[in-house]
């Protein structure tokens, strides 16, 4: 494709579109645009001359309550459209979907299984075009029990489950402010499986630890597995992640002693393999999944993959340079000074917070940003007990990580990042998923999904935590319930070397109290009473807010509303059920909105329950803050049956014969009643076509600035300039804009 670069707007230019309030402007800019360099100016005070009739922060709409229903619960005044579901055909000219019928040439063209990471990204790059765009999905497991009648690992079947993994590009659409849908006939259409041709680039390609029979290179790789979050760069390319890949290997037991297998071994220490055999067995089908023939595949797995969606002949990379771990996400930034900051968890108990820091700036032509990700510093988080916190670098050569230790290489530290975070001293954390930076304050947003056995520390105040109204004894309680900490970095520049770091968030029922194990040093930020109320919504009146529990995803709006969603919320909240109040039912999982910042900091809002036996991923924003999209992945599979309240839940998994969900369900299967329900990307929107957050009717927020609420004045006048230029699309430092088609 010939992606046309143009010139960016003016800077100027660019706070007037996106803000409208040149006047605005004159609290931060002297006349003629000079920078007051010495004010300390906070965005409040320019708020303050907008005549907004709701306070700044406020979220707009009624939080829906807990639900344990099978349906999609929203606030009245919203609805969701179903954009594209499990099957649906996706490359123009690609079969209808037959469950009964499936393979994998079939699959290959058609939505993916299990949707996950969601990116929306405007017809032009850069532009705020919210009405039509590519639609990015990441696919990022495959259920056999939900996807076939009987899965015995046919070679149809493993061909299906590859196809079925992955990413999809999907050209969508919105007539003015009704539904959304995508364009079935679209040239961008694009399937992304775990068989398509991929690079690998980087400090780590071509390394011979990487070499195999069928790559002698070690450079080229048959596709990416286990793609969960993600991110976008500021020059229009999607970020996904590999997350849970040591699955897919199977007889990990029976490596080879030699020098292919040697190596692969000694990695085991950090990314353990299924010894005997994967629960897919793919490896009987195909070789390359079996440790003891392909050792070496393994490594060549767990890695952040580029790619771009604007181009669908373009081939896809494996980005090395941001380590090999089970990475959750790939949050992108960028630093004061314009070079691209990239925050990653790795989703495993006692792991770790990673962030990428590039060595060159971005460009405005988005040509010369194609090997930006392929030099610069992973560094790790270390959260010290008094609410400081330091990015230690993973560079050899700098002490530990020096020809003396376990390590040899710049190679080795990155193949086994896991390791060398632990030598230098990082803090073991809740288990990592997502992070997100808020485009306003530029603050780090880092949510931990839930303890279950790991390390207490500062960061981490709470041990496994007591469910709440799960039966004692359950064999799903103890998982924890999950927390958020907020980084802010020095000087508010993305690539600082230390930090700031407090609780924003301790979840849980509101004002719910026991006895949890919590450290004995917890943050100066934290309530000193964590012991008797063992959550916290950022400070806020817990009498006002929504539960929530076991937080996984992060999205932002433009005004720096975040919003959470969450998996395995039944395991962890329970209440009556409203139907039969003698009986518990679990919580569907949710999606719930906070202000970060103001007055309104930390009141939580239930947006969506969702249905049963699904999590909600993948939580997205079109720029104009009208359509939210997400994920409903793995609908009517975990369910929980409560039977009395006396009585611990037993887990049920939902199969193809019984799911349980009918919500978006194939049509009947032969010989039953009932569909098979499909993992589906939706989008959330007033029917009154107006934002998310603040979508009161009328309320006369047509500029953009009255959401911009900083309550903590920002050292600088430069830093709230670098703030305001950190959104997403556009904002992203420096404003490139590429036209597509
Ligand atoms: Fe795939 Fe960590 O969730
Ligand atoms: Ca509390
Ligand atoms: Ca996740
Ligand atoms: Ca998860």
């Not at 330091?390 to 193949?415: E, K, N, R, Y």
């Amino acid at each position: 494709m010939s992606a046309e670069i143009h010139d960016t707007a003016s800077f100027d230019e660019v706070l007037e579109q996106r803000f409208g309030r040149r006047t605005a402007l004159k609290a931060v800019l002297g006349v003629g645009g000079a920078v007051v360099a010495t004010a300390t100016v906070g965005v409040d005070a320019v708020v303050a001359q907008d005549n907004n009739p709701y306070a700044p922060g406020e979220l707009t709409y009624d939080a829906v309550p807990q639900s344990g229903t099978d349906s999609i619960v929203l606030p009245a005044g919203f609805t969701h459209d179903v954009v594209i579901s499990w099957g649906d055909p996706v490359v123009p000219g690609a079969p209808a979907f037959d469950i009964q019928n499936q393979t994998g040439v079939a699959q290959e063209q058609q939505c993916g299984f299990n949707h996950d990471y969601l990116a929306f990204l405007p017809k032009k790059w850069g532009s705020d075009n919210s009405k039509s765009g590519l639609l990015w999905i990441n696919h990022e497991y495959t259920d056999s029990t939900m996807m076939f009648e009987n899965y015995t690992s046919s070679k149809g079947q493993v061909d299906v489950e590859l196809a079925a993994h992955g990413g999809t590009v999907v050209e969508v659409v919105r007539d003015d402010d009704g539904p959304w849908t995508y364009v079935p006939t679209s040239r961008y259409n694009r399937r992304i499986t775990a068989n398509t041709p991929m690079t690998l680039t980087g400090p780590v390609a071509g390394d011979s630890r990487l070499q195999t029979t069928a790559d002698p290179t070690g450079r080229e790789v048959l596709g990416m597995l286990n793609n969960c979050g993600g991110g976008l760069t500021p020059w229009g390319t999607i970020l996904t992640c590999e997350e849970n890949f040591d699955q897919y290997f199977g007889r990990g037991a029976s490596i080879p002693a030699d020098d292919r297998g040697a190596y692969v071994k000694k990695t085991l220490a950090s990314v353990a393999a299924t010894t005997g055999a994967s629960s897919r067995r793919w490896e009987n089908v195909y070789p390359r999944f079996d440790l003891s023939l392909n050792p070496r595949e393994y490594l060549r797995f767990g890695w952040v993959v580029e790619v771009d969606p604007y181009d669908p002949t373009s081939k896809p990379k494996k980005r090395t340079a941001l380590g090999r771990f089970k990475h959750e996400a790939a949050a992108g930034t960028t630093s004061t000074g314009g070079k691209f900051v990239s925050y990653s968890g790795d989703d495993q108990v006692n792991q770790f917070i990673y962030k990428f820091v590039t060595s060159a700036t971005i460009s405005r032509k988005k040509g010369a940003n194609a090997d930006l990700l392929d030099s610069g510093t992973l560094y790790v988080a270390r959260f010290d007990a008094d609410g400081t916190g330091a990015w230690l670098p993973l560079t050899f050569g700098t002490a530990p990580l020096v020809a003396s230790s376990a390590f040899t290489d710049q190679a080795d530290v990155l193949i086994r990042a896991r390791e060398a975070a632990q030598l230098l001293g990082a803090t073991p954390m809740s288990r990592p998923e997502d992070i997100e930076v808020n485009p306003v304050t530029k603050k780090v947003y880092a949510v931990m999904t839930g303890n279950s056995g790991g390390s207490v520390n500062a960061a981490n105040p709470r041990a496994n935590s007591t469910s709440v109204g799960v039966p004692a004894g359950s064999s799903i309680a103890g998982q924890g319930l999950g927390h958020v900490v907020e980084i802010t970095e020095a000087n508010g520049d993305n690539a600082s070397l230390t930090f700031a770091w407090e609780i924003f968030l301790l979840c849980g029922q509101p004002n719910q109290t026991g006895s949890v194990a919590v450290d004995s040093s917890p943050a100066a930020t934290l309530s000193t009473t964590v012991a008797d109320n063992i959550t916290y919504w950022a400070g806020y009146d817990e009498s006002e807010v929504s539960p929530v529990a076991r937080v996984d995803n992060v999205s932002f709006d433009s005004r720096g509303n975040v919003f959470f969603s969450t998996d395995g919320q039944p395991s962890a909240l329970a209440g009556p059920d409203p139907a039969a109040p003698t009986k518990l039912v679990g919580w569907n999982d949710c999606l719930i909105g906070f202000p970060t910042e103001g007055a309104e900091r930390g009141h939580g809002k239930t947006l969506m329950t969702a249905v049963d036996g699904c999590e909600v991923t993948g939580p997205f924003f079109t720029p104009d803050d009208k359509t939210l999209f997400v994920s409903i992945q793995h609908p009517g599979v975990d369910q929980f049956v409560w039977t009395s309240p006396a009585k611990a839940p037993a887990a049920q998994i939902g199969t193809f014969a019984a799911p349980g969900s009918t919500w978006n369900t194939t049509p009947a299967i032969a010989g039953t009643t009932t569909g098979v329900p499909r993992p589906a990307a939706l989008a959330i929107r007033r029917l009154n076509g107006k934002e998310i957050a603040y979508g009161k009717p009328d309320h006369g927020l047509e500029s953009e600035s009255e959401g911009l609420s900083l309550s903590n004045p920002v050292a600088g006048s430069l830093a709230v300039l670098g703030g305001l230029l950190a959104f997403r699309y556009r904002r992203m430092q420096p404003a490139s804009e590429i036209e597509v088609g």
